[in-house]
């Protein structure tokens, strides 16, 4: 019940599960996780990240501005802190799907959506992870062989969660 979804190129996983968490929703299920907004800054290299907390929708920024020149990590910690916590509110309310947008450093850590992750899959909710080539040997670690790639389409997705909710029943 543990699913991952890799794709190349800068946004891509974000606007895929954007969408994938946005029909979900549409047809009557109760998603909760994050989906990433990148917002381009004039002038910068970098973008600044934002999660969208599902399915409040409530926006969280998650990057500080360290300029231009800047080689440091750009997460802003309370800001993530304040997006799992948000997160676990709504995980405890139940779900029919846990998303979360990217399984990155912090998960990698030990910190981050990784307990949130162990708790919705110990309830039986499936969960759907971003991930890049980076964080693969981590992940893999974590998932200890219980993890499956899921092709990075619409269609993929949709039908990898309704295999998940049939092995459920």
Not at 12 to 32: N, P, Q
Not at 120 to 128: D, R, T
Request: charged share 25%; hydrophobic share 45%.
């Amino acid at each position: 019940m543990l699913g991952y979804v890799m794709r190349d190129g800068r946004g891509e996983i974000d606007a895929l599960l954007r969408t994938f968490a946005t029909g979900f929703e549409a047809d009557g299920r109760h998603v909760v996780g994050t989906v990433q907004h990148n917002i381009e800054i004039a002038d910068r290299a970098k973008c600044a990240m934002r999660l969208e907390v599902l399915p409040t929708g409530q926006l969280i920024d998650i990057s500080q501005d360290l300029g231009d020149g800047a080689i440091g990590c750009r997460l802003d910690p309370d800001g993530f802190a304040a997006a799992v916590q948000a997160v676990q509110n709504g995980l405890e309310r139940g779900a029919d799907l846990f998303l979360v947008n990217k399984f990155g450093k912090q998960e990698a850590e030990g910190g981050g959506f990784r307990n949130l992750i162990g708790v919705a899959l110990s309830q039986n909710i499936p969960v759907i992870c971003g991930l890049n080539k980076k964080n693969l040997p981590a992940f893999e670690q974590f998932a200890e062989g219980m993890a499956e790639e899921v092709t990075a389409t619409l269609e993929a997705l949709t039908s990898w969660f309704e295999d998940q909710a049939c092995d459920a029943q």
